[in-house]
């Protein structure tokens, strides 16, 4: 389990998230989002739409682990799902939108745990047993790595240093 100084600090990474990201990415032009820059990596578009694809999965397993007895949690293709339609259909501003709503809700959820809850389990298909303190440091480190591979991406095309 985390301390409760190491749980409020990436409670604040969850919370403070959609802020950076827009930070980074909104002033981009169409052409800068959908360039693939970096051989192998995703788009900074498909990294934009990729994160509230993978954090409402994420609010939704933390639900599931609150409310049912250790419930199966579903892992899904990424890469597929980073492809489909709407995310070259959609401009990424309604991934930003989306994104700000979800974190505050996450972050109320995760503050508003009790140690009995921290301390329940889903079963993740891919990976076994997983608490809200595993939710919460998967995450608030998955923030942090797109962050981290946006940047790439765009200091690859020289859009920053």
């Known amino acids: 389990m985390l301390g409760d100084e190491e749980r409020q600090r990436r409670i604040a990474i969850i919370r403070e998230y959609p802020v950076r990201l827009r930070a980074l990415v909104g002033d981009l032009t169409e052409e800068e989002l959908t360039t693939p820059y970096l051989a192998g990596e995703w788009t900074v578009k ?22 049912e007895d250790r419930p199966p949690l579903k892992g899904y293709d990424q890469d597929v799902w980073a492809v489909l339609a709407d995310v070259s259909a959609t401009p990424i501003e309604a991934s930003l939108t989306l994104l700000t709503g979800l974190h505050e809700r996450w972050a109320n959820l995760f503050v508003s745990l009790t140690d009995e809850q921290r301390q329940r389990v889903g079963i993740h298909s891919e990976i076994g047993e997983v608490t809200p303190d595993d939710l919460l440091v998967t995450y608030s480190d998955h923030c942090d790595a797109h962050i981290d591979q946006i940047e790439r991406t765009l200091a690859a095309a020289d859009l920053i240093a």
């Open 46 to 67: 498909q990294n934009v739409h990729h994160l509230p694809d993978s954090h409402m999965n994420s609010v939704i397993r933390l639900k599931l682990i609150l409310t």
